[in-house]
């Protein structure tokens, strides 16, 4: 079983697997990936399958990562060279030249990350990625090169997940505070905060609390990520005030969420608390 490591602890030479279910926090952690590379002056490219390169990249963007010299968005079959259909054989040489081509340019070393969705299309030969998996492994030795593979659960079955674990030595994932049948709450690496998703009420306030305590704690402003939170009881609405309200000078609170949540927000008084900012969706306030 690979070790389950934070994103932003992956070494360089390290090849990893991210298994996901929720795509905005998929995105969250291949931006907090990228922006790593970027501070230790790596090449970087995403091989994306299931979202498109132009989507990506805004999506990039909007956590303050640019496409430019050092880093590439491309589709996934550019792994297998413009061939008809994925070879494990091609995909690991080709990763081979780029390294070679990486370090020749005087870069610290190359940083990938790899949409693994291609390989539950019905034309990919699934034997392929099994192989890849396996025999990419040599390209890590050095430490030069580091990766993330994405495996979407929805996509491939039990199987293939676990093979994908058992090859890979480490596993990326977010910090989870809280996790069950109707509440996540977990850690947000870019911009650093906490997302929250499902129905909070006011028996799972507590675990709001401490999530909330632990990015006071690590960041210099707080990003609270609301989007995928259905419903928010006032409970838990006056914790979040609470905070903003107890920030220290100069620091604030910027609170990302539906306009249902805007509406909990402002009947418990968030338009009295200046710590605190609302952007909306479809709106900012």
């Given amino acids: ?17 991210l298994t996901f279910s929720d795509p905005e ?18 090449e970087i490219i995403c091989f994306t399958d299931a979202v498109g390169v132009d989507e990506l990249r805004t999506e990039l963007t909007e956590r303050g990562i640019r496409d430019g010299t050092h880093l590439r968005v491309v589709p996934a079959d550019r792994l297998w060279g413009g061939g008809a259909a994925p070879e494990a054989a091609t995909m690991v040489e080709l990763l081979a030249g780029e390294l070679r081509r990486t370090l020749e340019r005087g870069r610290s070393g190359l940083r990938i990350t790899a949409d693994m969705c291609w390989a539950a299309r019905p034309q990919a030969n699934a034997e392929q990625l099994l192989v890849f998996e396996s025999e990419v492994a040599r390209l890590f030795v050095d430490g030069r090169l580091t990766a993330v593979c994405e495996y979407d659960r929805e996509s491939f079955d039990p199987v293939t997940l676990g093979y994908a674990s058992r090859v890979h030595a480490r596993t990326v994932a977010a910090r989870v505070y809280h996790e069950d049948a109707v509440l996540r709450i977990c850690r947000q690496h870019v911009p650093p905060g906490v997302r929250v998703a499902g129905d909070l009420d006011r028996t799972r306030a507590d675990a709001l609390r ?3 305590a632990e990015a006071v704690r690590l960041d210099p402003d707080i990003h609270l990520n609301l989007n995928q939170l259905h419903f928010l009881d006032p409970s838990a609405a006056e914790v979040i005030l609470r905070t903003a309200t107890n920030l220290p000078d ?10 249902p949540v805007e509406r909990t927000l402002i009947e418990a008084g968030a338009t009295r608390v200046p710590a605190l900012r609302m952007l909306v969706r479809h709106g900012e306030r």
């Fill in 1 to 17: 079983m690979a070790a389950s490591t934070p994103v932003d602890r992956l070494a360089p030479g390290d090849h990893a697997c």
């Fill in 210 to 212: 401490d999530a909330l």
């Fill in 250 to 259: 100069r620091r604030r609170m910027v609170v990302v969420c539906s306009e």
């Fill in 25 to 42: 926090e998929r995105l969250d952690i291949l931006a907090a990936f990228v922006a790593a590379g970027r501070s230790r002056d790596e």
